[in-house]
Each structure stands twice: as structure tokens, then as C-alpha cells.
């Protein structure tokens, strides 16, 4: 089995930060790119930031340069860095990632459990 938990989020004023991180864990052979994505209420969901295994990063217009996400491979963690949030920003934010769980196995998508986050103005 393979679990992505989450930690981090909140409630902070605008202009603050926050940090997320999503460590996975199980029976993993590869991590390949890792994302977070979010979710306003009666809003579909978004991706937010998204990193490659080479740590390529892609990141959504409304997010870019107050954002930043990285990753620990020793760790199987991404780690999304949150400054200048803005009470847009709220949502239940995920992170997920394509993850072989064996060498020959196709890579499949894996889903944290959420978590608020909550800007206030």
C-alpha cells in the first residue's frame, strides 16, 4: 500500500505564510512528479504547482512568485512554501503523485487527505 499524508495549513491573515508538506509512503519503487492541487468551495479543483522527478517545476499564473514547491527524494516529500497569501487562496489544498509501487508496475496516481487553508482578509 502507498499513503501520501499531509501536514501544515490553517488560518493566517493575508500577507502570511504557510507551509505544506505530503510525505509518502508504503511499498514505493519510484516517485515521479508530485503535485498539489486546491479546491474552493463551488469551484472545481485546480493544480496549484506541480514538480518533476528532475525537479522541473510548473506553477498556476495566479500562484507564480509567491509560491514555491519542492521536494525531499530521500524523503518521497513535497513541500509546497506559501508567502503573500491572499484570502483567494483558500481552499482544501491536496497534493498527489504518480508513484510505481514495483520496477515493472505502471505508475499509478496517489491523493493526500486534504487540508484547509483558510486566508483572511
Known amino acids: 500500500q502507498v499513503q501520501l499524508v499531509q501536514s501544515g495549513g490553517g488560518l493566517v491573515q493575508a500577507g502570511g505564510s504557510l507551509r505544506l508538506s505530503c510525505a509518502a509512503s508504503g511499498s514505493i519503487f519510484s516517485v515521479n512528479d508530485m503535485g498539489w492541487y486546491r479546491q474552493a468551495p463551488g469551484k472545481q479543483r485546480e493544480l496549484v504547482a506541480i514538480?518533476?522527478?528532475?525537479?522541473?517545476?510548473n506553477y498556476q499564473e495566479s500562484v507564480k512568485g509567491r509560491f514555491t514547491i519542492s521536494r525531499d527524494n530521500a524523503k518521497n516529500t513535497v513541500y509546497l512554501q506559501m508567502n503573500s497569501l491572499k484570502p483567494e487562496d483558500t481552499a482544501v489544498y491536496s497534493c498527489?503523485?504518480?508513484?510505481?509501487?514495483?520496477?515493472?508496475?505502471?505508475?499509478?496516481?496517489?491523493w493526500g487527505q486534504g487540508t484547509q487553508v483558510s486566508v483572511s482578509s
Open positions: 514538480i518533476t522527478s528532475s525537479n522541473r517545476t
Open positions: 498527489n503523485a504518480i508513484i510505481s509501487r514495483l520496477r515493472w508496475s505502471r505508475p499509478e496516481t496517489y
